[in-house]
């Protein structure tokens, strides 16, 4: 994800109130930044990402080949908050009550028991979650939405924040599961670590020849400071020629004869969301056209199925939504927000 240049002239200075709460986010957010690329060499567009989900409330997918570091990421951020966190390694054999929890009952008090299961921390790792079968990965379709898991007619509530952080191997990897159209669309972004590149590659030898940096990793924020982040980042002004962006962009995936399934109306949320995270952590408190447009990929490339035409001519969701992306007119970037009487500098 790239920043844009181009700000809009608002005519009016900032509140001091969210000037300040902004400095406060881009400290906070450098620490972390800082924190995780002691771990994750040479790719800050990735943690960036990372952040992104993070500060948006939403669930990160991390999708690529084995040994690029894609359990490191997900640990080095975990670890970077001082919050709960637990991994789930999603197996063939992995039940659904291991990730939600099951009633046990006690003989001593002759009463059934709740015991919670992996899904309830501030940030669950799952691991290689398309090598568990669809039952089990339809665990976390109520978590991840709802934020609470229902066993036994009874509700129990997740705390905030609540992030899964998920990784996978790609579809045509031997022993994996195609996630469910439902999980995927429950992700907010799905990024790709990629190889590294040579100089990171050779730090990468020297900084690991006698430890792991993992493990000297400290969490440099915690949990109740990250809602407080996440509060600001809900303040942020998003335009109504940028909400019709969001919705025209995503709008035109349901329409094309290349996609057999678009994006949804959670992917339009999701999308705006985002932005609104992507805008804070650059310093402002409104979004401008560009934060959409650069985020469309992460965020609905995932969620979309190319036509039995179009995947017979080798047209991949990431090209056909590139080709969307550039034919959706982008609004005026200088419609700020004082051109929305309804806007409160």
């Known amino acids: 994800m790239e920043a844009s240049t181009t700000a809009p002239d608002t005519g009016t200075a900032p509140t001091t109130g969210a000037g ?66 637990r991994r789930i ?41 398309n090598r568990a079968s669809p039952k089990t990965q339809s665990a976390l379709l109520e978590c991840m939405e709802e934020r609470q898991v229902t066993v036994d ?21 031997e022993g994996t599961y195609a996630l469910p159209e439902a999980q995927r669309d429950r992700f907010m972004a799905r990024v790709s670590i990629g190889y590294p590149v040579e100089a990171a590659e050779i730090a990468m030898l020297d900084s690991r020849a006698e430890s792991n940096p993992l493990d000297d990793l400290e969490a440099v924020t915690d949990a109740a400071e990250i809602r407080k982040l996440c509060a600001i980042v809900g303040q942020v002004y998003v335009s109504t020629a940028v909400q019709r962006y969001a919705v025209a962009l995503t709008g035109a995936t349901r329409r094309t004869d290349e996609l057999t399934l ?14 609104k995270a992507f805008a804070a952590i650059h310093g402002r408190d409104y979004v401008l056209p560009d934060d959409v447009r650069n985020l469309a990929r992460p ?7 190319p036509s039995v035409e ?36």
């Open 310 to 345: 179009a995947a017979m001519s080798g047209r991949s969701t990431t090209a056909i939504l590139d080709a969307i992306v550039a034919a959706v007119p982008v609004p005026d970037p200088q419609a700020g927000p004082q051109a929305d009487p309804l806007h409160r500098a």
């Open 153 to 173: 007619n009874a509700t129990y509530y997740l705390e905030t924040p609540f992030m899964v952080i998920a990784t996978q191997n790609p579809i045509e990897m």
């Open 89 to 129: 390694q999603f197996t063939p054999d992995l039940l659904p009550s291991d990730v939600t929890g099951v009633s046990i009952f006690n003989q001593s008090t002759r009463e059934f028991e709740f015991r919670p299961g992996g899904i309830f921390a501030n940030i669950v790792v799952g691991d290689e979650i």
């Open 262 to 275: 678009g994006a949804s109306p959670r992917a339009t949320l999701h999308l705006v969301r985002a932005a």
């Open 299 to 305: 965020v609905l490339a995932h969620r979309l199925l």
């Open 20 to 85: 300040a709460d902004l400095e406060t986010l881009a400290r906070v957010v450098t620490r972390v930044r800082h924190n995780i690329e002691r771990v994750i060499e040479g790719k800050p567009d990735v943690v960036s990402s990372a952040l992104v989900v993070l500060l948006a409330e939403g669930h990160l997918l991390i999708e690529d080949v084995p040994g690029v570091g894609k359990t490191m990421l997900s640990k080095a951020l975990a670890r970077s908050i001082d919050c709960s966190v």
